[in-house]
């Protein structure tokens, strides 16, 4: 077939008179100056900074609870507490609800990884990205300072919340766990956010502002948090999440929390880029439409 023929799905092309499906956004310079002086910036950098202060401050304490409920010196049943499902459910749940309260606002990223993924898609600017990422990392240390502030005695001797690598599992087992389930978040993202999903062809519609859900999308965002969880809290505690690994990490302070803490930064960072390069140059590489014959590959 001729590739002349050949045009990008959705495309604002002159033989269809810019009727499209759904709207394209604009890839995101690397450097936007003007951003730089609205207050709908700095706006966002607050949200995510207080979103994720909120998921450390409750998912750790989740965490701590557990582990004090299930400790055979304070409690002679083995089975109270909420459980790993229950762990696992608090990390989700509250993706979903801070992903749900803040994607209007700064597109409800919550994860340096995610946040990187977005970058390397040029959903977002350098600038954003990096103000982003300090502030995620700063919620989730101040998130985790509020636990210790509040149950010192339980923290410190509940761990604090830190990813560690589990006893019997390698550094390869471990960063293979982390790669792969930040893989599944950032491609849940990806796909769940994708502005062709308003095509009319699609069964399942997706309002989105930055690049992030408005509507539908924090929920399977949600789930695919929480199926990770289930499958790698007994490996690595689960990280998939730059910020949360290193708040707890900062506040715990122990040196086993710092041992393999690389991994819980090259990981996520590997992961994300793995979805990000699948999503965008495998998948999307066959979005196209033929004009010519009036077909659509999927």
Same mark, same amino acid.
């Given at each position: 077939m001729d590739s002349e023929n050949d045009i990008e799905e959705g495309v604002n092309d002159p033989r269809n008179d810019g009727d499209k499906d759904y709207e394209q956004p604009l890839a995101a310079r690397i450097i936007e100056v003007e951003e730089l002086t609205?207050?709908?910036?700095?706006r966002a950098i607050v949200a995510e900074f207080v979103a994720t202060f909120l998921f450390l401050y409750i998912t750790v304490l989740t965490v701590i609870g557990?582990?004090?409920?299930?400790d055979a010196t304070r409690n002679s049943d083995q089975c109270g507490g909420v459980g790993i499902l229950g762990v696992a459910w608090a990390f989700g749940g509250m993706i979903f609800v801070l992903?749900?309260?803040?994607?209007?606002?700064?597109?409800?990223?919550?994860n340096p990884a995610v946040t990187f993924a977005l970058f390397l898609g040029r959903k977002v600017t350098l600038p954003r990205a990096l103000m982003y990422i300090l502030?995620?990392?700063?919620?989730?240390?101040? $998130?985790? *300072?509020?636990v210790k502030a509040f149950q010192r005695a339980y923290y410190i001797g509940y761990g604090g919340g830190a990813n560690e690598l589990s006893q019997g599992y390698g550094r390869g087992t471990g960063l293979g766990a982390e790669i792969i389930g930040t893989f599944i978040l950032v491609y849940t993202v990806l796909s769940t956010t994708d502005p062709k999903r308003n095509a009319r062809d699609s069964h399942v519609p997706v309002i989105?502002?930055?690049g992030m859900p408005k509507v539908l999308a924090p929920l399977p965002i949600g789930f695919a948090v929480f199926m990770v969880h289930?499958?790698?809290?007994?490996?690595? $505690?689960? *990280?998939?999440n730059p910020a949360r690994?290193?708040?707890?990490a900062v506040m715990y302070n122990k040196k086993k929390s710092w041992d393999d803490h690389w991994i819980f930064w090259v990981g996520p960072m590997v992961g994300a880029a793995g979805a990000q390069f699948y999503y965008e140059h495998i998948l999307q590489a066959h979005l196209t439409l033929y004009h010519h014959h009036h077909h659509i590959t999927r």
């Open positions: 609205k207050w709908s910036f700095y557990y582990k004090s409920q299930t992903v749900y309260n803040t994607a209007g606002i700064s597109g409800g990223h919550l502030a995620q990392c700063s919620g989730a240390t101040c $998130g985790c *300072g509020m989105s502002c930055f289930l499958a790698t809290i007994p490996i690595t $505690g689960t *990280g998939i690994s290193l708040g707890a």
